[in-house]
């Protein structure tokens, strides 16, 4: 009788474990993300900067990932907005007139990569670029505009929203980006990304403001740094959602400024 409980146990057990390499097998991600470099333009503790980050985007499976449908980047605790100054781009205008269509003092940041489809049993690589702008600056209320282009050997132009978001500890404030599936071509398959890079921040932002009477420049703080670094540096991370199902997060720490 105990022979047959401890032999009967024993099956359980190998069945539970055979379950448990299943679920982790199906739960595995099929698309890697690196980060290949994160970090601040001015690094100054305190003081209004550009965030700057760069990916590869790779699949375990083939040289084409999954089309990335969503995008949330968080930086460190600490960081905070100051959007005095700033204005705001219209979507409908973006998407009608291009770049153009946004006052200077909307732009939020801009970036680029390489994407990658399948065409005709090819693969065919087409660079493109990102140009971020503000479509909301309320406190609380801060959302974005995200005009992605191609010129070669596809034009390709696309606006999507995204939305300036809180992170989970021990991150702060980041945003996130909900990317649209993108057909080149009626017979390729949905795009995908292998590379990206972006550049947020209005540092670099310049306004007009009357002060005394006197029409006096001023520039838009956009991001502000923490007024401190934790010992390790600042945390920073980016999860991506695929096509597929599968989500990958990529962390990476930035180091302390060093004055």
């Given at each position: 009788m105990l022979r047959g409980s401890l032999r009967t146990s024993g099956m359980t057990l190998l069945c539970l474990a055979a379950l448990m390499a299943l679920a982790c097998a199906g739960a595995q991600a099929q698309e890697t993300v690196q980060i290949t470099q994160a970090g601040f333009s001015p690094a100054r503790l305190g003081s209004p900067t550009n965030a700057f980050g760069s990916a590869i985007i790779g699949s375990t499976e083939g040289p084409v990932p999954s089309p990335i449908e969503h995008v949330n980047v968080y930086g460190p605790a600490g960081v905070t907005l100051d959007l005095r100054g700033s204005g705001v781009c219209d979507e409908a205008s973006l998407e009608r007139l291009g770049?153009?269509?946004?006052?200077?003092?909307?732009?939020?940041?801009?970036?680029?990569?390489?994407?990658?489809?399948?065409?005709?049993?090819?693969?065919?690589?087409?660079?493109?670029?990102?140009?971020?702008?503000?479509?909301?600056?309320?406190?609380?209320h801060v959302a974005l505009l995200a005009y992605l282009q191609g010129h070669s050997p596809v034009s390709v132009e696309v606006v999507f929203g995204g939305s300036v978001i809180r992170g989970p500890k021990p991150y702060g404030l980041g945003f996130s980006l909900d990317v649209p599936l993108i057909k080149v071509l009626?017979?390729?398959?949905?795009?995908?990304?292998?590379?990206?890079?972006?550049?947020?921040?209005?540092?670099?932002?310049?306004?007009?403001?009357?002060?005394?009477?006197?029409?006096?420049?001023?520039?838009v703080r956009g991001i502000v740094l923490p007024k401190?670094?934790?010992?390790?540096g600042w945390p920073v991370a980016s999860q991506f959602s695929f096509q597929d199902g599968s989500t990958v997060i990529a962390k990476r720490s930035v180091p302390c400024p060093k004055h």
């Open positions: 770049t153009k269509a946004c006052p200077a003092n909307s732009r939020a940041g801009f970036g680029g990569g390489e994407g990658i489809y399948a065409l005709g049993g090819e693969l065919v690589k087409e660079k493109y670029t990102l140009d971020l702008f503000l479509s909301d600056n309320r406190p609380g009626p017979d390729a398959s949905d795009a995908s990304a292998t590379s990206a890079f972006i550049t947020l921040g209005a540092h670099n932002v310049a306004y007009y403001r009357t002060v005394h009477g006197k029409r006096t420049l001023f520039h401190s670094c934790p010992s390790g």
